[in-house]
Nanobody
Framework: QVQLVESGGGLVQAGGSVRLSCVAS?????????????MGWFRQAPGKEREFVAR???????LFADSVKGRFSISRDNDKNTVYLQTNSLKPDDTAVYYC???????????????WGQGTQVTVSS
């Protein structure tokens, strides 16, 4: 069973930056360890559905939602079992609870995510 713990959220002014971290532990149902998981981030704003933000495969390839492309980056440190989401040029529309996600296979929709963190709030003030 994989456990994910996020940190790094908070209140930031528009145009600012926040770095989110997610520490993973455990193995997936198929026996994979962190270095072989797909890791990623979703977010959910009040009254809206959870949406894909970014993902990174075990080999390092990345994918971003169009809404964050060029402003956000994702990286992983396999020695620390940690994935990072660097958010820059934040806008009020980026306000949401950000969830760390993990699985054996690449995902862009919530239904394809096997494991979730508890979420961390990012609030962007105008």
């Amino acid at each position: 069973q994989v456990q994910l713990v996020e940190s790094g959220g908070g209140l930031v002014q528009a145009g600012g930056s926040v770095r989110l971290s997610c520490v993973a532990s455990g193995r997936t149902a198929s026996g994979r360890t962190f270095s072989n998981y797909v890791m990623g981030w979703f977010r959910q704003a009040p009254g809206k559905e959870r949406e894909f933000v970014a993902r990174i495969r075990s080999g390092g390839s990345t994918l971003f939602a169009d809404s964050v492309k060029g402003r956000f980056s994702i990286s992983r440190d396999n020695d620390k079992n940690t994935v990072y989401l660097q958010t820059n040029s934040l806008k009020p529309d980026d306000t949401a609870v950000y969830y760390c996600a993990a699985g054996d296979f690449a995902f862009t929709t919530p239904r394809n995510v096997a494991y979730w963190g508890q979420g961390t709030q990012v609030t962007v003030s105008s």
